[in-house]
Structures are given as C-alpha cells and as structure tokens.
C-alpha cells in the first residue's frame, strides 16, 4: 500500500474542524481504503469521540486508530491466535508510539482534566474550543501514525 500519509492527516484534521469527533475524523480520513462508505465510517466511529462518549478514557483519535490498523491486521478467527496476537501487537506498538509523543493515550490526561467525565453534550465548536484544546494535534498524531502502518512493508 501506498498512501500520501500528510493528505490523509490534512483531511484528518479538517474533518475535525468541520465538526466531526476526534475518532470520526481519523476513520473518514481512512475509510475509503477500508471499503467502508463515509456515512457507515462517521455512525460506527461516532460513539468513541471524547474518550468514548466523552467519557475521557482512550482518546477517540487513538482508538480509530485501532479500527483502521484492524484492517491490515485482521483477527476473525477465534480461534487463529497468531492473528489475535498479531493484531494485539500492531495495537500496542500503535499506542506506544502515540504515547512516546504525547505522554499518553488518555483522554482527560493528553487534555489535562481532572474529573473522569464530562456530560454527554459536545461542547461547541467555537475558535475559543480550538485555542484551548490540543485535539486536532492529537488527530494529527494519530492519522500519521496509522498510516505510517499501513504503508510499512510488514
């Protein structure tokens, strides 16, 4: 596979300041690799936004990350265990390197919060939103680092 990596963050980012969650904006900047059509991508991505629900568990960005990797490594056996175990570790060097740059894979710790979740309503995408939160960074991030996999040779 050979992806422009830097197009798909760029899309990556601008879906997410068009609106979309930090997960959406990772998938749809992938998912016409994965057959997937944009509506199903956005509806299937949607619910890990905010650290799953704006719960601020793993960041949204990260775990479509996870989703798309999925692809290159797929695991739908139950009972082929090198192909879980392979798509465990494609999973866990993801999230390594994503915490190697950003100090962690968690929500309210990469936005420095100090309480486990915030109340089911988004906050609104003012320019005020986009000063104080790092998530399009994040979004970045992630984007690059998947597709940085999927283009590897491995």
Known sequence: ????IEERVQKA?????KGYNCSQSVFLAYNDILGIEDT??????APLGGGMGR???VCGAVS????IIGFKYP????????AKTR???AVQE????????NGSIVCRELLGLDHKQDAPEPSDRTEAYYKRRPCADYVATAARLVGERLNSKE
């Open 75 to 82: 695991s739908n056996n139950p009972e082929d265990k090198a």
């Open 64 to 67: 479509a990350s996870f989703i």
């Open 55 to 57: 719960l601020r568990e």
């Open 13 to 17: 980012v601008a879906l997410f300041k």
């Open 94 to 101: 993801l999230a390594a390197e994503f915490r190697a740059k």
């Open 1 to 4: 596979m050979n992806i422009d």
């Open 40 to 45: 199903l991508a956005a509806t299937l991505s």
């Open 87 to 89: 798509n465990y570790a």
